[in-house]
């Protein structure tokens, strides 16, 4: 989510030309614009994007940045910490302006949870499906040394860097035990925690443990319910119709599960989801977006709707995770929580909406 699967788009596992991409069409905007805006807004966003007041980048919110430089938001983290609840929502508006990004655009908002799975620190004929640590053998490059933008991923091959395993080629290696962080049952159960970046581990003695984003394999992401569309198989797409036809299928699942090449490697987390900012995830506060777009730690507005009961979701969030399938300006991933009573609500949500930034004055 990091969670989060960091997005790789240059040629095989370059990420990423550039820092940002150029600047999406943007449309200047007054508080009045944004629907639900209040002071309990403020309120309830405050403690999520002071956790994010602490991890902001300086190489990202520099002088020439389009969103503020590191210092104004240093200043204006230490008065939002300061300032009463009371006066909160005017704050924001003696200190911000929002911006629409992307504003002739319809947008696509969806959104994730943290899940909770069974699983075992041991192996038995019942959890023989293993959750892998990051492997030591994975060589990460920050292409910055060389002087250039993003991350190559791969191992090493007689002195030369080679592209890391697949998901196929990971899956159909047995791993040592001390490569392996938890052994769960199933592996649908592991490849939608993949997909999620991060989940709970319920151990068989009733303990629940943290498990969080520690790396990849460099593969670009490819989701399946895409390749099920393309292959008739499937009309509509969320995570529950994937679940249904995997299970419908599964002298299919290998071969489906394998089209998407990523494999997502975890460590254990004190904080349960853990986003790509590295602050713990706030339900229904924190949003992955494409940071090639929009910088982490920023407040955004959100105006759209829950595609499982038709309410309209309009509140103040904090950008602060990422995704392999988050691509675009006006493009969101909302996270709703943990458990099975928000599964039902991520699974569906797909819906169009607005976002707006909010960048100091």
């Known amino acids: 989510m990091t969670r989060k699967l960091i997005t790789f788009s240059c040629y095989l596992l370059l990420a990423g030309c550039s820092l940002f991409n150029p600047a999406p069409a943007q449309k200047h905007a007054q508080f009045s614009d944004l629907k639900g805006w209040s002071n309990e807004q403020a309120i309830a966003t405050r403690p999520a994007l002071l956790k994010s007041c602490n991890h902001l980048n300086p190489s990202v919110l520099t002088d020439n940045s389009l969103w503020g430089n590191y210092d104004t938001w240093k200043s204006l983290c230490k008065e939002l910490a300061q300032t009463p609840d009371r006066q909160l929502k005017l ?8 911006i629409s990004i992307a504003p002739q655009e319809k947008g696509l908002f969806t959104a994730y949870y943290s899940p909770v799975m069974p699983g075992s620190l041991q192996k038995t004929p019942e959890y023989a499906i293993p959750l892998l640590k990051l492997p030591k053998d994975l060589v990460r490059v920050r292409l910055s040394d060389f002087g250039m933008s993003g991350q190559l991923v791969g191992r090493l091959d007689r002195g030369f860097l080679k592209p890391y395993g697949s998901r196929a080629d990971i899956n159909q290696t047995v791993p040592k035990d001390s490569d392996v962080l938890l052994w ?12 999620q970046g991060s989940g709970n581990v319920e151990l068989p003695d009733g303990k629940i443990m943290h498990v969080g984003y520690a790396g990849h394999n460099g593969h670009n992401y490819v989701a399946i ?8 198989e499937l009309e509509n797409v969320s995570m529950q119709t994937i679940q249904t036809w995997l299970a419908d299928n599964p002298d299919k699942q290998d071969w489906l599960l394998n089209q998407n090449p990523r494999y997502i490697f975890f460590s254990f987390s004190n904080e349960g989801a853990i986003t790509a900012q590295g602050v713990p ?3 229904e506060r924190t949003l992955a977006v494409d ?9 955004v507005w ?7 009961t038709g309410e309209p979701f309009q509140r103040m969030m904090v950008a602060q995770d990422t995704g392999s399938a988050i691509k675009g300006a006006a493009r969101g991933d909302i996270y709703l929580g943990l458990g099975e009573e928000v599964e039902q609500l991520a699974g569906k949500q ?4 607005k976002l707006y930034i909010l960048i100091p004055l």
């Open 281 to 283: 995830a706030t339900s």
């Open 302 to 308: 959100l105006d759209t709707t829950l595609t499982a």
């Open 91 to 98: 704050f924001f508006e003696q200190n911000f302006k929002p």
């Open 225 to 232: 319910g895409k390749v099920l569309k393309q292959e008739g």
């Open 291 to 299: 940071p090639s777009y929009i910088p982490l730690g920023v407040p």
């Open 184 to 195: 769960l049952k199933n592996p649908v159960d592991k490849f939608f925690l993949q997909i």
């Open 350 to 353: 797909q819906a169009a909406g």
